[in-house]
């Protein structure tokens, strides 16, 4: 369903996948969601790659304004030698948030190239950070310093896009943050996305984390949102798209009543092999239909609230 809602807005491609009842070693062993995976490529993320020698390897003494980057913002990712820590803080669980770079490979990516990205992204952060109310500054000085951020550094649009995707869907994962997603081709601007890792705790006001939601925006004070909103072109923009795809997300409503027909003998039998024992969805306790008709008036409820919300500003 978060996929499906991705395909709707500004951010492009978004993993597309399939249902599947696997059958392995001759046992069947549950149904799956067999998908696409992140990462650079003409049909996926289509930034600029690194060239290939004769031989397919591939070239990294690359100007590091020359070629594409996609980065992972992301506090439980294994360590590599290519990532640094956000200015903006840490998570809730005491750990670092910190950046890494997801393309060019591990193995292809030089120490200019990252060095540059680096420099690219502290600069954007440094520049939403010093944006701030005080008496020294005047209220056209600062809506001009975001006029700067959104003009020139940041797709807003794909920011919004990004934003709306997991309040709708209400993600904690951007408030971690972890497996949240940002691109930057050649000579752009810096885009927001793609979107990927919306399962835990996700379309439920159960989860601990996810009460805010059952009255108010969740995750507008995440990251850099925090500081975007402050901008009232920035907030009016969002405002505007809202109204946009609104109509469009709430036919959503349907797709997840046919998901529900299309699985529910699949359903029976994965319930049976894996029993459903930990309460975290708020679902352990219900049916799969049951299941599907909570998530649909869970869906449904989240809209009206971000609706109110939004038409207060």
């Not at 393309?103 to 990205?117: A, G, K, M, S, T």
């Not at 310093?145 to 993600?171: A, G, R, T």
């Amino acid at each position: 369903v978060a996929y499906r809602i991705s395909d709707l807005t500004s951010l492009g491609w978004a993993p597309k996948g399939q249902h599947v009842e696997l059958v392995y070693n001759n046992q069947y062993t549950g149904t799956y969601y067999l998908c696409e995976q992140v990462r650079v490529d003409k049909n996926r993320v289509n930034i600029t790659e690194l060239p290939k020698a004769a031989d397919g390897t591939t070239l990294n003494n690359v100007a590091p304004d020359k070629v594409g980057y996609l980065l992972e913002f992301d506090f439980h990712a294994d360590p590599t030698p290519w990532q640094w820590p956000t200015n903006f803080h840490h998570t809730k669980y005491g750990k670092e948030s910190i950046y890494l770079v997801k393309y060019p490979d591990d193995d292809d990516l030089n120490e200019e190239q990252f060095n540059y990205i680096c420099s690219e992204v502290n600069n954007l952060e440094t520049q939403l950070m010093t944006i701030k109310e005080n008496p020294s500054a005047t209220q056209a000085q600062i809506e001009s310093q975001y006029e700067d951020i959104i003009n020139k550094l940041i797709d807003p649009l794909s920011f919004i896009d990004y934003w709306l995707m997991y309040e709708v869907c209400i993600n904690h994962e951007i408030l971690n943050p972890g497996s949240v997603y940002l691109h930057k081709d050649v000579g752009g601007k810096f885009i927001a996305g793609p979107t990927w890792d919306f399962d835990y705790g996700t379309f439920n006001f159960t989860y601990g984390e996810a009460q805010p939601a059952r009255t108010s925006l969740y995750v507008s004070g995440a990251v850099w949102y925090r500081y975007l909103f402050r901008n009232p072109k920035f907030k009016a923009m969002a405002k505007a798209r809202w109204a946009e795809l609104k109509p469009q997300i709430e036919q959503m409503t349907d797709y997840i009543t046919q998901k529900g027909e299309y699985l529910k003998y699949a359903a029976e039998q994965n319930y049976e092999r894996w029993p459903m024992t930990v309460g975290t969805n708020g679902d352990s306790n219900l049916t799969f239909e049951e299941s599907i008709k909570a998530m649909r008036r869970v869906f449904t409820d989240r809209i009206k609230i971000i609706d109110d919300c939004i038409n207060e500003w």
